[in-house]
């Protein structure tokens, strides 16, 4: 393996540890800052993107603490994403992408097409039901986000959403059996 290799996979490692130790933290701050549910999906991956550029850029060797380090991206993207503040990039097209990194996409693309069917149902029945639990009820939202996402206990969102555990499990239990029969689950 030679040096820019081991530097890449160094920093993948390093990214992928500080993610796998963080992101139910961050999540939970990013749940709590946001009125929408629908956000949270979108704020995390601006953090983490953040983050990785930040990496890339700069190193890590200056973080000593990086889930305080993340936190204060969270806070700076909260205010930037409903403040209004963000200008949107245009998105990059193919065109831009190199010969390497558009085989790499077409390799990927073209892996077992009927299992990402599969998947890509999956997601969208997934997302059509989060999307109609958060229109509902925002605290509902936030107990599925922080139960079935992060994998938070119901006793520990009821603590940080200081509401009853009763409440916490009748939200649930209900919009689980209300969410059942709307999709004919």
């Not at 909260?78 to 990039?89: D, I």
């Not at 149902?121 to 039901?129: G, P, V, Y």
């Not at 999307?131 to 939202?141: F, L, N, R």
Request: proline letters at 1%; aromatic letters at 12%.
């Amino acid at each position: 393996m030679n040096n820019l290799e081991n530097q890449k996979y160094e920093l993948d490692y390093y990214f992928n540890s500080v993610y796998a130790e963080t992101v139910n933290a961050i999540s939970r701050f990013v749940v709590n800052k946001c009125g929408n549910i629908l956000d949270v999906e979108d704020i995390l991956q601006n953090i983490y993107a953040r983050f990785f550029r930040r990496i890339l850029k700069k190193g890590h060797n200056d973080i000593e603490n990086p889930e305080a380090f993340l936190i204060n991206m969270a806070k700076f993207e909260c205010k930037n994403y409903f403040g209004g503040l963000k200008k949107h990039s245009p998105v990059s097209s193919f065109a831009e992408y190199t010969d390497e990194q558009m085989y790499e996409i077409e390799s990927e693309m073209s892996k077992n097409s009927k299992q990402l069917e599969d998947v890509l149902c999956n997601e969208m029945l997934a997302r059509q039901i989060f999307e109609d639990i958060a229109a509902q009820d925002a605290v509902t939202g936030k107990i599925f986000y922080l139960h079935f996402v992060c994998d938070k206990k119901l006793d520990e969102i009821a603590k940080e959403l200081d509401i009853t555990l009763s409440s916490v499990k009748n939200k649930l239990y209900r919009t689980i059996e209300r969410q059942k029969k709307k999709f004919n689950i």
